[in-house]
């Protein structure tokens, strides 16, 4: 199984922007780059996703590397409801998700 | 359109009993994915369902089981409970589990062992 690796925490202040970082030197051609968040007492939720390209939604934008062996979830103005856990998967073409232990975002007001 | 739903939202069981959770996905999803999450292992997968079929199961003991229906409604069931089976239990659904589909998450059913 395609494994992530990110840092265990990061810190903002409200309203900065957040630059969350994941390595996946093992990505396949075919697998896609997953976002996901867990909000505190709650089931993960589904931020973005990606393949080469740079991905903007109303969420957040991810930005994915050339050679793609690692991407950047960028939240662009940090909220304190934007703290959570933020998960970077691989996805290939099962649900079979493989979750690693992610990053544990703080915002600060 | 109503998320993906799971019954019942907490449990309490005793040692050796069996549990039967039920997840119900979104309206015309076929793929079903259960996840256990527990504060020392966090999230981990458990199987995935495709039209009625088992299609992925992680690493767990036999005493752990799952079907999905016709209409694409999944349970699980754990047999002989232990006290390491206290977890939340999430179940995910996508349309198809295709690569750039993404899941959605019930909130989960808590369960407690004793």
């Known amino acids: 199984d395609a494994k992530t690796t990110q840092p265990n925490s990061m810190e903002s202040n409200e309203e900065e922007p957040v630059h969350l970082p994941c390595n996946h030197s093992t990505i396949s051609g075919t697998d896609y780059i997953h976002w996901y968040r867990q909000l505190p007492s709650q089931g993960p939720e589904y931020v973005i996703h990606g393949l080469t390209s740079n991905v903007n939604n109303r969420m957040a934008s991810l930005a994915i590397a050339e050679d793609r062996k690692s991407s950047t979830l960028i939240l662009h103005r940090a909220t304190l409801r934007d703290a959570a856990v933020y998960y970077c998967i691989l996805k290939d073409n099962t649900d079979k998700l493989i979750f690693g232990t992610g990053t544990r975002l703080q915002v600060f007001p | 359109k109503a998320g993906v739903t799971q019954t019942p939202r907490y449990l309490i069981k005793t040692r050796g009993q069996q549990v039967t959770l039920s997840c119900s996905p979104i309206?015309?999803?076929?793929?079903v994915s259960w996840y256990q999450q527990t504060p020392g292992q966090g999230l981990q997968f458990l199987f995935e369902?495709?039209?009625?079929?088992?299609?992925n199961k992680g690493n767990f003991p036999g005493r752990f089981s799952g079907r999905q229906f016709s209409n694409s409604r999944s349970e699980m069931n754990v047999s002989t409970l232990e006290l390491g089976d206290s977890a939340l239990y999430l179940c995910?659904?996508?349309?198809?589990?295709?690569?750039?589909?993404?899941?959605?998450f019930g909130p989960g059913t808590r369960l407690t062992v004793t």
């Open positions: 309206s015309g999803h076929r793929s």
């Open positions: 369902y495709f039209s009625e079929t088992q299609r």
């Open positions: 995910a659904s996508s349309l198809t589990g295709a690569n750039f589909y993404e899941q959605y």
